[in-house]
């Protein structure tokens, strides 16, 4: 009832009150729970950091150990599950197979989770943070032809990634401790947005109740778009594109300002931030280092260096406070890791996973309404019915 108003993108329009994450996009400031992204990038593990924003506190020893052994016993992913993914072309993009498959586990997990009872909310997010990692993981493995691979209880959760990733038949897999800790820092910087495309999704979708996986497997759809998660992908066929082009950085610029072409410099400008992005200055320090200390010497990084020192003195994105965003150098330490391109958003979906559950929880949590925006309508006025047959 009353006058609607039209807000497209929702750029001034709060959907929810929330409690989980702050943003300040003029400073540059994010914070879960209260603690900067920078002390938790530093200082916390990725498991620790899920807690906190699903539940509300950073755990205790005791609590930690809990969580990570509850999330352990369910990692095993129903054996039918993998009839499904056989179904699937080898060259289907990983992001539509996570989509599918997420979707798919409400299949093997019909029962509607009772969001009153905290044991059974409890069981339903270790479910999630187990099996979704699994899953994510056998998409590439799809793609590669792969035997899938198990969760292996006696290793952390982040080292298991890199194990369901990379661990061959043929021989034992050990991961590279510092990878291990270079994505335990990114998963870190993606865990949570406040109220993003994807977790705006999923919050719309679990407002009709509708159950956790269900509503993850919209979030996955939603993040894998090139505006939103899959600009990382994006960012890194873009900076291929220049380096195979000679590293003409400029002529990209000009191509990027030119209104006429709808090409965008990919993991430049947000929504939200702008002054800069703090993920990104976290992530460009981290390229920096992860790629000195494996000794890997990527041309591509001096060419997103270049791309980034020019953009930021030129005009045109200094008047519309455009800045590198999280999704410009996370690429290239993916990269630098050994992970596909076509594997990129899944990771920015693997961090994202402990926002997704944290948000859906606070919205059934807090009895939010459906979610069910109005519109002006401005299509025909009644019309008589007469046949064009
Ligand atoms: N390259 C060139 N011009 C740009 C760019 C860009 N990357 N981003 C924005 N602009 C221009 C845009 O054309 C517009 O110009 P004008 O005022 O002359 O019409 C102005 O800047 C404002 O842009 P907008 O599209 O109205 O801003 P928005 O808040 O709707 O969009 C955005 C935000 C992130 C979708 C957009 O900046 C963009 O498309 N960036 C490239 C894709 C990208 O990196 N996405 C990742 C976002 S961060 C992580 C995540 O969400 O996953």
């Known amino acids: 009832t009353g006058v609607i108003t039209i807000d497209p993108g929702y750029k001034n329009s709060g959907s929810c009150k929330s409690e989980i994450t702050f943003l300040d996009g003029e400073l540059g400031i994010l914070r879960y729970r209260g603690y900067s992204i920078e002390d938790l990038a530093e200082k916390a593990g990725f498991l620790e950091v899920s807690y906190l924003l699903i539940f509300g506190e950073l755990p205790t020893a005791q609590q930690l150990e809990q969580f990570e052994n509850d999330i352990k016993k369910h990692t095993l992913v129903n054996e039918e599950m993998k009839n499904i993914i056989d179904g699937f072309p080898k060259t289907a993009h990983p992001m539509g197979v996570l989509s599918a498959l997420t979707s798919?586990?409400?299949?093997?997990?019909?029962?509607?989770?009772?969001?009153?009872?905290?044991?059974?909310?409890?069981?339903?997010?270790?479910?999630?943070?187990?099996?979704?990692?699994?899953?994510?993981?056998?998409?590439?493995?799809?793609?590669?032809?792969?035997?899938?691979?198990?969760?292996?209880?006696?290793?952390?959760?982040?080292?298991?990634?890199?194990?369901?990733?990379?661990?061959?038949?043929?021989?034992?897999?050990?991961?590279?401790?510092?990878?291990?800790?270079?994505?335990?820092?990114?998963?870190?910087?993606?865990?949570?947005?406040?109220?993003?495309?994807?977790?705006?999704?999923?919050?719309?979708?679990?407002?009709?109740?509708?159950?956790?996986?269900?509503?993850?497997?919209?979030?996955?759809?939603?993040?894998?778009?090139?505006?939103?998660?899959?600009?990382?992908?994006?960012?890194?066929?873009?900076?291929?594109?220049?380096?195979?082009?000679?590293?003409?950085?400029?002529?990209?610029?000009?191509?990027?300002?030119?209104?006429?072409?709808?090409?965008?410099?990919?993991?430049?400008?947000?929504?939200?931030?702008?002054?800069?992005?703090p993920r990104a200055k976290i992530i460009k320090k981290a390229a920096n280092e992860v790629l000195e200390t494996l000794g890997v010497d990527d041309p591509i990084l001096e060419i997103a260096k270049k791309l980034e020192a020019a953009a930021l003195e030129d005009e045109y994105f200094k008047s519309r406070n455009l800045y590198p965003n999280v999704d410009f150098y996370s690429g290239i330490i993916y990269r630098a890791l050994g992970i596909p391109t076509d594997m990129f958003t899944v990771m920015f979906a693997i961090g994202r996973l402990p926002g997704w559950i944290a948000q859906w929880k606070e919205m059934r949590e807090n009895k939010e309404p459906i979610g069910r925006p109005r519109q002006i309508y401005t299509g025909h006025p009644l019309r008589e019915f007469k046949s064009n047959k």
């Open 104 to 277: 798919a586990l409400t299949a093997f997990n019909p029962k509607a989770v009772n969001v009153e009872n905290e044991k059974e909310m409890y069981e339903a997010i270790c479910k999630t943070m187990a099996k979704f990692l699994v899953i994510a993981t056998w998409t590439y493995r799809k793609s590669m032809g792969y035997p899938l691979n198990y969760y292996d209880n006696t290793k952390g959760y982040v080292e298991n990634f890199m194990q369901l990733m990379f661990q061959l038949p043929t021989g034992p897999y050990k991961a590279n401790p510092i990878i291990v800790d270079a994505l335990d820092k990114l998963f870190i910087l993606h865990a949570d947005h406040e109220q993003n495309c994807s977790t705006s999704t999923v919050r719309m979708v679990g407002s009709s109740h509708a159950g956790l996986f269900a509503s993850i497997s919209a979030g996955v759809s939603a993040l894998w778009g090139p505006l939103h998660g899959g600009a990382n992908q994006a960012v890194l066929e873009m900076l291929e594109e220049i380096n195979k082009d000679g590293g003409d950085t400029d002529k990209f610029l000009a191509k990027a300002k030119d209104k006429n072409d709808p090409f965008r410099l990919m993991g430049f400008g947000h929504r939200v931030y702008k002054n800069f992005d």
